[in-house]
């Protein structure tokens, strides 16, 4: 933080003037030491000054030699011999032995008696007064008699006492002037050190002054500084709580009262554990206290923001999100604490992953629904297509021809459709599977434009293709995906074109193995806008959404188009003029390979030359029927199980050289009865076991694997598909190879099935058989229905009847009852059982509705079969 540098740059600043502080102080220490050393040398000096004056050197010198003289005078005047003239002398003798003694003892006079010639001329006047001295103090007689003698000797010492008085005088001069200089150096000493230490305390003076605006300075910006971090700290979105080491809440700011409902008077002071930390937590909370305090153990502190839970005053817990850093100072430790209500984030996130879990949910139920429908739609076009299939090896009249065609081609166009929807769904799942096989490219090409060139006739058009460059020959990709985009592509040019041309030009780039082919499909037709470039790859997207528009379509094609070359690793693209034309061009990649290498499975010729034994395992009697007609046809023997358990025990009584096993069925599904016959000991054990079923994304395929199945035939079963399923058996693959040659899956479609097709094909008997049947389960379930306990009746049971109905209402053209059956057991999927019994109910009134119709194609039936016999 800026804030944390400038005190840190503060703190240096401060740190580094309390230096200079103590310098300052010691130096003036020094200079205070100095002068104290000085003043009381100057003292000294002063004393010995004043020593010498009190003792009066110079006068008691010269005061020497005027009492000698004295002395001389009152000797020579004590000739009278009177009492007086003897007192005379003797208090002459004693002022002039009290001045000499000053000189002798004196302390003033010490250098002067170390001088040999004061002490030559002092000893001799001494040695006199120490032996006259007896005499002075004895009687008068005595000294009356030695007058004469003393006066003599005192003349003697003329010279002496004038010596010594001319030399103390010289000697104490010369002193004096000494000690003069000593106290006159002292005092300049004494002087320039007070000058510097003046001039110190003038800067010291300077440098305060500086400091002390520079402390004021900092003051405030401290101030200014607190009060700036009182405003963040107050303004805060998020609580700040400030606590020190023994938990005691020192700092409470706004946004702290508002998210725990504390006031800070009433925060300030308290342990932070009573107030915000839930009970649950308090332990834990003082146990990590302690445990940082003592160790210095870190676990919260420092570690980011973490989320916790915290309580307000009322009590509520909610959850925060919360980030505590430890600061250290004098005082000791202290913790700040960063809070934030994270309660509207949780329940954003809470509903966020809700709406997740929904739309997984929505698009499981999704996948669930075309699974579903995959199968439930694909199981009457079986019938519808299969028995088409067998019409055709029937003797048909012209106008029967017409109508048998026109039933194939609305079928397959239905088929189309469906198969558009599946593969969107299929690629949005990432399902979406490509292949890898070796084809032969302009066979396939040729194929495409032989299979348009009806429909170019339609309008008047001219359809060819154009190689731009050498053909290829065989090459490695996906001939289905790419026969569909190019149908595509095509077929959509040829609507939108009239009395004009479609052209598709290949041209081959690249060296080697590796090439990219561009397809380019070129038309003179109406063209397309800019506007609606940018969406003709949508779903759903036509250029003319109007109700009299002149071309049909779902809007999938180009959309599809678009995934299947993503998914191919290619690009597609278009350019258009509108009212000139478009150009739709595609670029994929492709490996070029030898002849010698083995071709698409589809290629495989059919019929069988050698017929097989086959069981059918199909709950649906259309169905078993429809397919033992096909194979039957073909030469092959035939077996029939109506159910996963029957299938099971055919399987293991004798062998059969392949199984077509459908895989939604009551009692045991074709899954759990594949794996009954692989575990088994049985003959059936490794025979190939081909799925019939309309559930073909590879999630289904790879169960389907892993039950043990060989193969896969969609439903609706054409019957060149199956022929191709039932060759590859013989090739022995394994049941990987069976699989990802499995045929696309088919599609569904409810058309009524014409009777009269349905007799040819099964004969009259077998279908007044299936139609009686057909009629009496309908009845069945319908009372069912309306008994008093179809509440309590098993859900399991009735949707596994309405599966099987389902089935057996699309192959008799009865589509409303399919759809109600079909949706009830949608809504048994996704949980919604009541939904479901409801849908049971609209489809027992709409049956009792519709049961005369199916009550009179019995009753023609019967009469056409009573009219055969």
Request: charged letters at 25%.
């Amino acid at each position: 933080m800026p804030e944390a540098g400038i005190s840190k740059r503060r703190r240096i600043g401060i740190a580094a003037r309390g230096g200079r502080l103590v310098l300052a102080a010691v130096v003036l220490g020094a200079f205070a030491g100095a002068i104290l050393s000085l003043t009381i040398q100057v003292s000294r000096h002063l004393n010995s000054l004043n020593v010498a004056r009190s003792d009066n050197v110079q006068w008691t010198l010269s005061q020497l030699e005027v009492d000698y003289l004295l002395l001389q005078m009152a000797l020579r005047e004590a000739e009278d011999d009177s009492a007086a003239s003897l007192a005379q002398v003797r208090r002459r003798f004693d002022l002039f032995y009290s001045r000499l003694a000053t000189i002798d003892k004196g302390t003033a006079y010490t250098p002067l008696k170390s001088e040999f010639s004061f002490s030559q001329d002092l000893q001799p006047v001494q040695q006199f007064l120490e032996d006259t001295l007896p005499l002075i103090d004895g009687p008068d007689a005595a000294l009356r008699s030695e007058l004469s003698a003393l006066e003599t000797t005192v003349s003697g010492m003329r010279e002496n006492v004038r010596g010594l008085a001319l030399q103390g005088l010289t000697q104490f001069a010369k002193y004096t002037d000494e000690r003069r200089k000593d106290v006159a150096d002292t005092l300049v000493s004494l002087a320039w050190i007070i000058t510097a230490l003046v001039v110190l305390l003038l800067a010291l003076a300077a440098g305060l002054n500086r400091m002390n605006r520079s402390v004021a300075r900092s003051a405030a910006e401290q101030k200014t500084l607190a009060a700036r971090m009182r405003a963040i700290v107050g303004s805060s979105l998020d609580a700040v709580v400030v606590i020190d080491e023994r938990g005691i809440v020192q700092e409470f700011n706004g946004a702290a009262e508002r998210v725990f409902g504390y006031t800070r008077p009433e925060a300030l002071g308290r342990p932070m554990v009573d107030l915000i930390v839930p009970k649950q937590y308090a332990a834990a909370h003082k146990a990590g206290m302690n445990r940082l305090l003592e160790t210095g153990e870190r676990r919260v502190v420092g570690s980011g923001r973490i989320e916790l839970e915290a309580q307000r005053k009322s009590g509520e817990i909610f959850p925060v999100e919360v980030s505590i850093e430890m600061t250290e100072s004098e005082e000791g430790k202290s913790f700040v604490s960063f809070l934030r209500d994270i309660t509207a984030e949780k329940r954003a996130e809470r509903e966020l992953v809700e709406t997740r879990d929904k739309a997984l949910a929505g698009e499981k139920a999704k996948a669930d629904f075309l699974a579903m429908m995959s199968h439930e739609m694909r199981t009457p076009l079986n019938g519808l297509l299969g028995t088409m299939t067998l019409l055709r090896e029937t003797d048909l009249t012209d106008r029967q021809a017409t109508y048998l065609n026109n039933m194939d081609a609305s079928g397959h166009l239905l088929l189309h459709h469906v198969n558009s929807v599946l593969d969107i769904s299929k690629f949005e799942a990432g399902r979406l599977e490509v292949s890898s096989v070796a084809f032969d490219l302009g066979a396939l090409l040729e194929e495409v434009i032989a299979g348009q060139s009806s429909v170019a006739t339609t309008n008047s058009n001219t359809l060819r293709c154009v190689w731009l460059s050498p053909k290829p020959g065989h090459v490695r990709g996906d001939p289905v995906r790419l026969r569909q985009i190019l149908l595509n592509l095509v077929n959509n040019a040829l609507k939108f074109t009239y009395s004009g041309e479609v052209r598709l030009e290949v041209e081959a780039h690249g060296e080697g193995r590796q090439v990219t082919c561009e397809f380019r499909v070129m038309d003179t037709g109406i063209g397309i806008t800019e506007a609606d470039q940018a969406r003709i790859f949508d779903d759903f997207e036509t250029v003319d959404t109007s109700y009299g528009r002149k071309t049909g379509g779902t809007g999938l094609g180009l959309g599809i188009a678009r995934r299947l070359t993503k998914a191919m690793g290619g690009e597609i693209g278009v350019e258009s003029i509108e009212g000139e034309g478009s150009l739709f061009w595609v670029r994929i990649p492709f490996e070029v390979v030898a002849k010698t290498e083995p071709l698409n499975a589809e290629q495989v010729q059919s019929p069988r030359e050698q017929p097989l034994s086959i069981l059918i395992v199909e709950d649906n009697e259309i169905n078993r029927s429809v397919l033992h007609g096909m194979l039957t046809l073909d030469g092959h023997t035939v077996a029939e199980a109506a159910d996963g358990n029957e299938g099971v025990a055919i399987a293991g009584t004798r062998a059969f050289d392949a199984i077509l096993m459908d895989v939604s069925m009551p009692v045991m599904d074709g899954i759990a009865a594949t794996r009954a016959i692989r575990a088994g000991g049985g003959p059936c054990r490794d025979v190939p076991i081909i799925a019939v079923t309309a559930h073909a994304m590879s999630a289904d395929r790879e169960r389907f694997q892993a039950a043990g199945m060989s193969g896969l035939v969609t439903k609706p079963i054409e019957r060149d598909k199956l022929r191709r399923q039932l060759a590859l058996v013989d090739t022995r693959l394994a049941p990987v190879a069976l699989l990802s040659h499995a045929n696309a899956p088919a599609s569904h479609h409810d058309n009524v099935v014409d009777l009269d097709a349905l007799v040819k094909t099964l004969g009259e008997k077998k279908v007044q058989t299936l139609l009686a049947a057909f009629v009496r389960e309908m009845d069945d379930m319908a009372r069912a229905i309306s008994s008093d306990d179809f509440e309590a009746l098993p859900m399991e049971d009735l949707i596994a009847e309405v599966h099987r109905l389902a089935g057996s209402c699309g192959c008799f053209g009865a589509k409303s009852l399919h759809e109600m059956l079909h949706r009830a057991e949608t809504l048994t999927k996704t949980g919604d059982d009541v939904g479901a019994r409801s849908a049971m109910l609209q489809f027992k009134n709409r049956w009792e509705a519709e049961r005369p119709s199916f009550s009179r194609l019995l009753t023609g039936a019967e009469e056409n079969a009573g009219a055969a016999q």
